[in-house]
């Protein structure tokens, strides 16, 4: 994922240069495969969150 970032950066700095308006195509395919890990990270830290909160007490049924 890393090293989309470059890339990204990369392909809006030379639509910027150019004086478009708007990203090229190829921008918003590689900024969908950057995003689309983060939704299971952002799952995992809601379960994360779920068990700090509702943590199950020894010895408590």
Same mark, same amino acid.
């Given at each position: 994922?890393? +090293?989309?970032?470059?890339?990204? $950066?990369?392909? $809006? $700095?030379?639509?910027?240069?150019? =004086?478009? =308006?708007?990203?090229?195509?190829?921008?918003?395919?590689?900024? =969908?495969?950057?995003?689309?890990?983060?939704?299971?990270?952002?799952?995992?830290?809601?379960?994360?969150?779920?068990?700090?909160?509702?943590?199950?007490?020894? +010895?408590?049924?």
């Amino acid at each position: 994922m890393v +090293g989309l970032q470059p890339e990204l $950066a990369r392909i $809006a $700095a030379i639509a910027n240069a150019r =004086g478009h =308006g708007e990203l090229l195509p190829r921008y918003w395919r590689y900024a =969908g495969w950057w995003t689309l890990p983060g939704y299971p990270a952002f799952a995992s830290m809601l379960g994360v969150y779920y068990l700090m909160v509702f943590k199950p007490t020894p +010895g408590m049924t």
